[in-house]
């Protein structure tokens, strides 16, 4: 019994009106319901009769005092204040409001609830601040010669009043939207936070985990079959694994000979051989392209650097014309 909470509850027009003793908000709403008589599995919504504040929150309902009294609506029920037209003694509400009518004049048998809205603001102006967006957006959308007569207003005041009664509605929605969009901030903001932590941890142990495993395991040379770890793992699990291995490992492959491959690889003779193909073309092409570029070399070197013997033989050779030595000196 220490969770139990007293409360009270009552309907949109405060004619009803319980005491109740509930754990949480859910059964506030079912009990609640139970008591003011509203239809089994109606939705209903929340408020503090107080000033009409949507309770949806469980923790929010728990934070606040005992004996809070709380207004359930359902349907198109909205709250609204509790008005005082004789100084204190009476509360106005809707209903409240329609007995008056009909009290003073018998001919009005049903008011719209746009006309009672009107007479509040017709007693008091400043009722604007705590009508709900329902009830200004209503007083909104009367036309101006009607509610010119239910205020016993000019028709270019009542134009400007409703001008008002639609930037209160406006400056309404700006806070909403910048709240939510604030909200939304935050929780972006929260998300990439937890991403960019999350990425870095991943990365951390990716890191670690390289350094300490990965490259080891790639260098090591596999004591069975003599092939290097590495070249295993890309033989086995890569696309095209000729163009990934290095020339020696390729050298390595085609020394090996398919009927050992295909015991290391575990593949039957057709498969092996077209790998082997494969490495050979590879081997093949990039040993003319070694000699290619070696010829390539060679002739971009200039004539004295290419054949220095016949220079220097043709250097030594004597001319044919001219006599020895010894001719000369006789």
């Not at 027009?13 to 709403?29: A, D, F, I, T, W």
Request: aromatic letters at 4%.
């Amino acid at each position: 019994m220490g969770d139990m909470r007293p409360c009270k509850v009552c309907n949109y027009n405060r004619q009803k009106s319980y005491g109740l003793v509930v754990p949480s908000l859910e059964q506030l709403k079912i009990k609640g319901g139970e008591s003011l008589g509203i239809r089994l599995n109606a939705p209903i919504k929340v408020v503090l009769e107080e000033d009409g504040t949507i309770v949806e929150d469980e923790i929010y309902f728990l934070c606040l005092p005992s004996n809070t009294k709380f207004m359930l609506l359902c349907d198109q029920e909205k709250w609204c204040p509790a008005r005082r037209i004789d100084g204190g003694t009476s509360w106005m509400t809707r209903d409240s409001m329609l007995l008056e009518v009909d009290a003073v004049d018998g001919s009005i048998s049903h008011v719209e609830p746009w006309w009672i809205l009107a007479q509040w603001l017709k007693q008091d102006l400043s009722s604007i601040i705590t009508m709900s967006e329902a009830d200004l957006q209503t007083l909104v959308d009367i036309p101006c010669t009607q509610l010119a007569s239910a205020l016993d207003f000019q028709e270019t005041k009542v134009q400007n009043l409703q001008k008002t009664l639609q930037g209160v509605l406006d400056r309404r929605e700006e806070v909403r939207q910048s709240k939510e969009l604030l909200q939304l901030y935050i929780k972006t903001v929260e998300m990439e936070d937890s991403l960019e932590a999350q990425a870095s941890l991943e990365a951390q142990a990716s890191l670690e985990g390289a350094g300490n495993i990965d490259e080891p395991d790639s260098l090591e040379v596999d004591s069975a079959s003599g092939f290097m770890t590495r070249t295993l793992m890309v033989l086995k699990g890569k696309t095209s694994p000729e163009t990934r291995l290095s020339t020696e490992e390729l050298q390595v492959v085609v020394t090996k000979g398919a009927t050992a491959m295909g015991q290391v690889l575990g593949w039957d003779g057709r498969r092996t051989a077209g790998l082997l193909e494969a490495c050979q073309a590879e081997l093949s092409a990039r040993i003319q392209q070694v000699q290619a570029m070696g010829s390539l070399s060679s002739l971009g070197r200039p004539e004295s650097h290419r054949r220095p013997d016949n220079h220097h033989q043709q250097r030594a050779e004597p001319d044919p014309g001219a006599g020895s030595p010894a001719d000369t000196q006789g």
